[in-house]
């Protein structure tokens, strides 16, 4: 069988589920635990020319859900499985449980006394070592938080955040745009539906939905706006500037 799911769908649940296996903890990843022939990282997004040599015996969990590209890497594959689940809470999902070092971008770094000093006000006290910097008033640390530098660089948590949040966006819009998910529409398919219009709920399906719904981000669906709205050239680090600088 091949297991077919977007990034954060439940394709590891499915599997427990399936095979009388635990599946239903929130706010946790089954991937890791799953030690099994067909959890290898090569046959999550299948973007190469090669030809797997596997059969039925064999279960293939897969984040490509291109029935064509399927069937071409694995040829002797008959039975498949889908999860039908709603593809942008499944990538949010998957960001909020691993994505932010998944798709963490490097960017230049700096100290953060280095940071203060470049971002402080005049009415800002004056710090010589990075000890002091944890006495600073709410305001001024949230600032820091937010490492703005300059025009061009930018340095923190929320940055590196939004970096890796539109970093994950950009990756997937364009890996389903070149391979679109036709095996939702394929005969012969066993499709699971996880989506909330889905009057027919099983107990697997109420799971999935209730873990999509588990998860928000801010930082992610502004991400997602500003690939619709510019693409992945967007400048969004600069665009997140100016949304936090609303904010404040």
Known sequence: MIICFYPGGGGSRYYNSINNKEYSSPNRSYHSSLKILGNQSKFRYLDDSTIYD???DTTILTHCLNFEKIKYHFPKKTKFAVLDTEFKSSIRRQWCLEGKILYKKEEKKYAKLDIYNTIKEK???T???E???????KDMLEALDNGIIGDNYYSGTSFDNINSAFSSICYHRNYYNIYPPTILSSPGVDVIDCRKNNSNFTEFSKVIISELDRYTSETFDFAWDTFD????SAPVLSMWEDFLNQKL
Do not use: A, I
């Not at 000890?131 to 008033?137: C, G, I, R, T, W």
């Open 131 to 137: 000890n002091e910097l944890k006495n600073l008033p």
């Open 229 to 232: 709205s510019l693409g992945e």
């Open 123 to 125: 009415s800002w006290p």
């Open 54 to 56: 596997y059969n039925d």
């Open 127 to 129: 710090v010589d070592n």
